[in-house]
């Protein structure tokens, strides 16, 4: 029974020990592939390495257990005593190893709770930083987006500027304090004469009145605008442009005027197509007057002139009273010419109109006027059209009015000159065109819009009634024709201006005068 028990528990002490060896290295594998998928988890390191000191103890232990049981199984008992203190040796310092790892396990617990707590307040900041810097890329697409979308909004604002400014028939321009202009466009420049900006390029500069330009700066500088203001400019080839315009000035932060930008709209055309219409009005009036005029003294005139002629018949030529009534004839059919003028500008007087080739009619009162031209040193250019259109007129009051247009050419050559006579057929308005132009001393602005005004003359007393541009203007209007005055010339090659003054004479063609005199 004894022998039986004492195997028994050999038994049981060798298994023991094998199945401590064998446990504790399952334990290790086990630690091992925990602390291997989790690298960073403490619990797991530390059972890692738990388990390597108890494994280490296992072995030692079991195999002393193992050793002592074979040693005193075959009467090796003195070796197992020589090798037991080492075996116990050994046990103890594993023992307290695992004593060791299992006391600094709370401190190490505690470490790792810290650093993990930190580390989750790092993953934290790191997740509030990622969310921020998410946001921070939204605002940042978002922003983009609305840099886009503004600089769409201010480059199509901007092409329809520049579209507005490049294409304007108006003239655009800016400039700073002085009048020096920055930018214009091209009307602008082909407005003061200009294909491309020059040098020391002022507006002030083209003002032609000096006052309208004080009124100018002055009511920039005290209102910051202009609106409608009228003024004249100079522009490069001396030409007079109506100008109507409107400034505001440019303002700095601290709301000094540093410059003006301004629209001005050329009016020229339609200042000049109004002084016709004007002209054209008064002139009419004038004609009515003028027949009634003629009309009343032309009655008394033919008393006075018959009773004259009788009473010369009484006296005898060298008689001082005949001599008398001879002056009184004479003077008395000088003011029934004026009156026959008179009616003959307000178409009173009787017409009788026929088919005239109008190189004709020119010829005719060359062939009268020419030698007297000639001895005053005027040569006569002609610069006849071939084949001219015919003109349904009066031949008669024709040549009056080239006999009137030469007449006044001469008057403005006293030192000799030329005349130089240019017909042609206009096809687009179906008129013909005579042109008679002298380099004479020309026509000032200023009395332009008179020279066809009944007794308007720059000529001494005596030396001219002053009808002889109105008579010619209302024989072209009886025609259904127009006449206009230019002075000085613009050489239509050069665009240079050239001295003298030019009368163009338009007629209506055969078969479209009777339309335009009904006009």
Request: charged content about 20%; some cysteine; glycine content about 6%.
């Amino acid at each position: 029974m004894i022998a039986s028990t004492l195997s028994f528990a050999i038994f049981v002490d060798l298994a023991g020990s094998a199945m401590v060896i064998l446990l504790s290295f399952l334990s290790l594998r086990f630690s091992y592939f925990l602390a291997k998928r989790q690298p960073d988890n403490f619990l797991w390191g530390f059972l890692f390495y738990f388990s390597i000191a108890m494994s280490a103890f296992a072995i030692s232990r079991g195999v002393g257990h193992i050793a002592r049981q074979l040693l005193v199984l075959n009467n090796h008992v003195d070796s197992w005593e020589t090798l037991s203190p080492y075996s116990g040796g050994i046990n103890t310092l594993l023992l307290i190893s695992v004593s060791a790892v299992t006391i600094y396990y709370h401190k190490g617990l505690a470490a790792y709770k810290i650093i993990r707590n930190e580390a989750e307040k790092l993953a934290a900041a790191n997740l509030k930083l990622a969310d921020t810097a998410s946001q921070l890329q939204k605002m940042n697409t978002y922003l983009e987006e609305m840099v886009e979308e503004r600089t769409r909004d201010l480059s199509t604002s901007e092409k329809k500027f520049r579209h507005f400014f490049e294409n304007s028939k108006d003239m655009v321009y800016f400039c700073n304090m002085g009048g020096e202009i920055s930018d214009i466009n091209t009307s602008g420049l082909h407005m003061l004469g200009y294909e491309t900006p020059p040098k020391n390029f002022n507006l002030l500069s083209f003002f032609k009145n000096h006052e309208t330009l004080e009124r100018y700066l002055t009511a920039l500088k005290e209102n910051g605008f202009v609106s409608d203001f009228e003024l004249e400019l100079e522009t490069r080839d001396g030409t007079t442009r109506h100008m109507l315009l409107t400034a505001n000035s440019i303002l700095d932060r601290q709301g000094n005027m540093i410059g003006c930008e301004g629209i001005a709209k050329d009016m020229t055309r339609l200042r000049n197509m109004t002084e016709q219409l004007i002209n054209q009005e008064k002139m009419a009036s004038v004609g009515q007057m003028a027949a009634g005029v003629a009309h009343e003294i032309n009655t008394p005139l033919g008393v006075i002139l018959g009773y004259a002629q009788l009473m010369m018949d009484d006296f005898d030529e060298k008689d001082e009273v005949y001599e008398n009534l001879k002056v009184i004839e004479r003077q008395t059919k000088a003011c029934r010419k004026i009156v026959a003028d008179l009616l003959k500008f307000s178409r009173q007087s009787e017409s009788a109109k026929t088919a005239v080739n109008p190189n004709d009619v020119i010829e005719d009162v060359l062939a009268v006027t020419e030698h007297n031209l000639n001895i005053n040193h005027i040569h006569v250019q002609r610069r006849y059209t071939p084949s001219l259109p015919m003109v349904i007129g009066d031949a008669e009051k024709l040549r009056q009015v080239f006999i009137n247009l030469f007449n006044n050419s001469a008057h403005a050559m006293e030192n000799g000159g030329e005349i130089i006579i240019t017909t042609s057929h206009d096809q687009a308005a179906d008129k013909v065109i005579v042109t008679i132009r002298d380099t004479g001393t020309g026509i000032p602005d200023e009395i332009k819009p008179k020279i066809f005004d009944p007794f308007f003359t720059t000529k001494e007393v005596g030396k001219g009634t002053g009808l002889g541009l109105a008579v010619t203007y209302g024989i072209i209007r009886d025609h259904g024709g127009t006449v206009t005055v230019e002075s000085p010339m613009q050489d239509s090659a050069t665009g240079e201006k050239i001295q003298g003054t030019a009368f163009h004479i338009t007629l209506p063609i055969a078969g479209k005068e009777q339309n335009a005199i009904n006009e």
